[in-house]
C-alpha cells in the first residue's frame, strides 16, 4: 500500500484538523510538538503522510499531486483557483468574506463608483465586483492589516474575512456587503480521487460521522 500525503495550512486549522481526524482513529502524535521543526510526519500503521506548508501552497501541493489530499479555508482555495476536487465542509474555521468600509463608503457601493477595494484576496474582490456586481474597481493587493486601508486613505473599502467582528468594530468599520461563507474544508487530487478512491471514499465517510 502506499502512502496517502496530506497537506495541512499551518497554525489554528492544522490543530482542529488533527483534533478532527483523532476522533476517526487518525493519530500524529509527533505533529503536536510546537516545539518542532519538523515539516513532514509519517503514520506508519496507517500509510499515512502529513506535512505542514502556508496556508495558501496546500491548493498547489494538491494540485500537483505531491499530497493527495489537503485542506485549507475556502478563502484560500477561491483565490488560489487551483485544479482539485473540494469534497468536504469541516465545519470549523467559519467566517465570512465580506467588503467592509466606513458607514459612508455604502453610498459608493450602491453608485457603482470607481473605488479602491484593498484586500488580500485579489482573485476572490475581482470576481465578486466584475462578474457578480459589474462594478469597475481598483483593486490593491496588501498582506494583512487589511482594515488599516480605509482610515488611511488607501481605499475606500477592503475585501477580507470577518469572524468575530472586534477587528471592524475596534477600527469604526462594519461590513457594507456579504460575499460568501467560509470554512475549512477537504480537497482532493483529481488523479487520486481516482487511484485511491476506495481510501478517500472511506476516510470522507468516517469524516462525515464525525462532523
Ligand atoms: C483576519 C482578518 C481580519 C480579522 C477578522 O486577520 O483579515 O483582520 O482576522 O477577525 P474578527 O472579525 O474576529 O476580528 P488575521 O488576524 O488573520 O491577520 P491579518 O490581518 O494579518 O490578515
Redesign the pocket.
Same mark, same amino acid.
Given at each position: 500500500m502506499r502512502y496517502l500525503t496530506f497537506a495541512l495550512g499551518k497554525g489554528r486549522l492544522a490543530e482542529q484538523t488533527l483534533d478532527l481526524l483523532e476522533q476517526i482513529g487518525i493519530t500524529c502524535e509527533e505533529m503536536r510538538d510546537k516545539s518542532s521543526r519538523k515539516l513532514i510526519f509519517v503514520n506508519e500503521e496507517l500509510k499515512l503522510r502529513f506535512f505542514l506548508s502556508k496556508g495558501p501552497d496546500v491548493p498547489t501541493y494538491v494540485e500537483y499531486g505531491a499530497a493527495d489530499i489537503g485542506v485549507a479555508g475556502r478563502d484560500t482555495i477561491l483565490e488560489e483557483g487551483r485544479k482539485v476536487h473540494e469534497v468536504l465542509d469541516l465545519g470549523y474555521g467559519r467566517?465570512r468574506m465580506c467588503i467592509c468600509g466606513p458607514r459612508g463608503a455604502g453610498e459608493y457601493l450602491k453608485h457603482h463608483e470607481l473605488i479602491r477595494v484593498a484586500t488580500?484576496y485579489p482573485n476572490i474582490a475581482k470576481d465578486y465586483f466584475y462578474n457578480i456586481k459589474h462594478q469597475t474597481v481598483e483593486i490593491i493587493k496588501l498582506?494583512? $492589516? @487589511? /482594515?488599516l486601508a480605509p482610515i488611511v486613505g488607501l481605499s475606500e473599502v477592503i475585501c477580507? @474575512?470577518? /469572524? +468575530?467582528? $472586534? +477587528?471592524?468594530r475596534e477600527n469604526g468599520l462594519s461590513v457594507l456587503e456579504e460575499v460568501c461563507p467560509l470554512s475549512a474544508r477537504m480537497i482532493v487530487n483529481p488523479v487520486s480521487m481516482r487511484m485511491e478512491s476506495e481510501r478517500i471514499k472511506d476516510l470522507i465517510q468516517r469524516l462525515r460521522v464525525v462532523i
Open positions: 467566517c488580500k498582506n494583512g $492589516s @487589511i /482594515e477580507d @474575512i470577518v /469572524e +468575530t467582528g $472586534s +477587528t471592524l
